[in-house]
């Protein structure tokens, strides 16, 4: 098993992208369903307001590093994560990886359409992937055991679930014994990336740790979320100044 970093009570898989790849791909030979959350500098701050978010975030079997701002967190205090491992370069990796095994995958999130296209344009870049199904992301909870019925019956061994966060790491955390699939990633906007209604920043600003300036001036209306970015930096400086 990896280590485990603490950052502010969220206990970090210390695994780099191949190592987190390797696991993945162990999961996918057993029955699960495995859980795996890709937190980044917010999800952590609201895990820090909400100790049931933390303790979810804490049952993953995997729980990765997505964001330049929870390794530098890791460095301040002491205890360095050894990458960032994103959900979506995860996620690529996987459909790269079709091409030595044959996966399946269904697509759950993103507005109407919008998993629908991911999932043309991912089999036009990974003819490998066997995609089972997809379902968008609008949903009233008296859907909900229409949506695990559809996904099960999909026979699909990854369930890809983008549904923003927290709402889709609690989602999987609720119904997770539901399902029959082998894994559940918690993907966020990586749907419209795939279906290229959403772009990534570019590659020096994702080296540069930037991603969170990209985003704010593709979405000026995240602001207030993004205040937690400095709230996050100095409750790292505080913790540990007080080490």
Not at 43 to 71: E, F, H, S, T, W
Not at 100 to 118: D, L, M, N
Not at 137 to 157: C, H, L, M, W
Request: hydrophobic content about 40%; some cysteine; aromatic content about 8%.
């Amino acid at each position: 098993m990896p280590e485990k970093i603490d950052i502010h009570g969220v206990m970090m898989d210390n695994v780099t992208m191949d190592e987190a790849l390797k696991r993945v791909l162990e999961m996918l030979k057993h029955q699960g369903p495995y859980k795996i959350y890709t937190p980044n500098s917010e999800i952590v701050m609201q895990a820090y307001r909400d100790p049931d978010l933390k303790a979810l975030l804490n049952k993953a079997d995997l729980l990765i590093a997505d964001g330049a701002g929870v390794v530098l967190a890791s460095g301040i205090l002491g205890c360095r994560l050894k990458e960032k491992v994103s959900g979506i370069d995860l996620t690529r990796r996987l459909f790269i990886n079709t091409d030595r095994r044959i996966t399946s995958f269904f697509i759950f999130g993103g507005k109407p359409g919008v998993a629908e296209q991911a999932s043309i344009n991912l089999l036009s870049d990974f003819p490998r992937a066997n995609i089972l199904g997809f379902r968008n992301g609008y949903f009233k909870e008296e859907e909900v055991p229409d949506i695990i019925r559809q996904i099960n019956t999909s026979g699909a061994e990854i369930l890809l679930v983008g549904l923003g966060a927290p709402k889709q790491e609690k989602w999987i955390h609720e119904h997770a014994h539901e399902l029959n699939c082998k894994v559940i990633i918690g993907v966020g906007g990586s749907i419209d990336v795939f279906a290229g209604t959403a772009s990534l920043a570019p590659e020096f600003m994702r080296k540069a740790g930037l991603e969170w300036l990209y985003r704010l001036i593709k979405e000026p209306s995240r602001y207030k979320r993004m205040m937690d970015l400095p709230r996050f930096i100095l409750l790292t400086l505080k913790t540990r100044f007080k080490k």
